[in-house]
């Protein structure tokens, strides 16, 4: 399959939940197209291994937790002493276990809307006044199908993520008179290590879904991902991008 490369050279991007998964991928992709990359996690092992695994000097990382701010003040200040920020693709994320709303317990359903959605506005907050300063940004935030749609027994996610596409709606119209872009993605069901939160009926349910009838493949989100944060989006901002295999058609 075709893996396109973006010009991404003199650019630094930020990806929250970079330690695995679509963070890890999107990570790859820049570096391979000339970015310089940090990425923020709260598994210190596995942002160990990363660091183990791809020697890339222009590879960085963080421990930081996305629902708590002055953590993410601290990180992005850490950040702008040595360069700017031009991309975040807020990505950090969890989906919580698979259960009816009457049944779910109240801390985890607050965790889930903390980090999927305090957590995408944590990191704008924190980020956008750098990119306003510099008249350039691309942000892209990963939401999900079930913020469309809305997914039985996964009303915290679903909620969640129907939230963080308000807000990049309304965030990228606070921002459309600059050079930053913000944007949504939805993608369906991939294989990552996500998918273990879930119950396995709940993934097969979501899967049958899916008129593609298949999951989604990393590298393909991977690609949606890199054309919104690159040079070369300079109109499309406030959208939601649907990468659900035809399972959400608006
Ligand atoms: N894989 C799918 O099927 C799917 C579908 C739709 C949307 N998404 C979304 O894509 C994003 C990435 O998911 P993934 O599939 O790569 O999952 P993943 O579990 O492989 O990766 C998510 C990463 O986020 C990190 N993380 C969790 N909480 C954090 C926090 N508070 N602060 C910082 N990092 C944190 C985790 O440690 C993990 O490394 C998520 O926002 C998820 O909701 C995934």
Redesign the pocket.
């Known amino acids: 399959m075709v893996k396109n490369e973006y010009n991404f050279k003199n650019r630094t991007a930020l990806i ?2 970079g ?5 890890l991928d999107i990570a790859k992709r820049f570096l391979n197209s000339g970015a310089k990359v940090i990425i ?4 210190a092992k ?1 942002l160990d291994i990363v660091k183990k695994d791809i020697k890339n000097e222009n590879l960085s990382s963080d421990i ?4 708590n701010y002055e953590e993410v003040e601290i990180a992005t200040l850490k950040i702008l002493k040595n360069s700017n920020i031009d991309v975040l693709i807020n ?5 919580g276990p698979t259960e009816p709303l009457w049944e779910y317990d109240v801390e985890m359903w607050n965790k889930i809307i903390e ?2 959605l305090f ?1 995408t506005f944590n990191c704008c907050k924190a980020v956008v006044p750098n990119m306003i300063e510099n008249n350039y940004g691309r942000i892209v935030n ?1 939401a ?3 913020g469309k749609d809305g997914n039985a027994n996964a009303s915290a996610y679903s909620a969640a ?1 129907a939230g963080a596409i308000g807000l990049t709606k309304s965030l990228g119209k606070e921002l459309a008179d600059k050079n930053i872009a913000v944007n949504a993605v939805t ?4 294989k ?4 273990d939160q879930m119950s396995k009926e709940h993934v097969q349910k979501m899967l049958s879904k899916v008129p593609r009838g298949r999951f ?1 493949e990393v590298y393909e989100f991977t690609s949606l991902v890199c054309w919104l944060s690159s040079e070369e989006n300079t109109f499309s901002t406030a959208a939601v991008f649907d990468i659900s295999g035809g399972r959400s058609t608006y």
Request: aromatic share 6%; glycine share 16%; proline share 3%.
């Open positions: 929250t939940g330690a695995q998964g679509f963070g923020w996690d709260i598994d596995l930081v937790d996305v629902s990505n950090a994320g969890i989906t980090i999927n957590g990963v999900s199908v079930a993520k993608p369906a069901g991939a990552t290590r996500i998918l989604l």
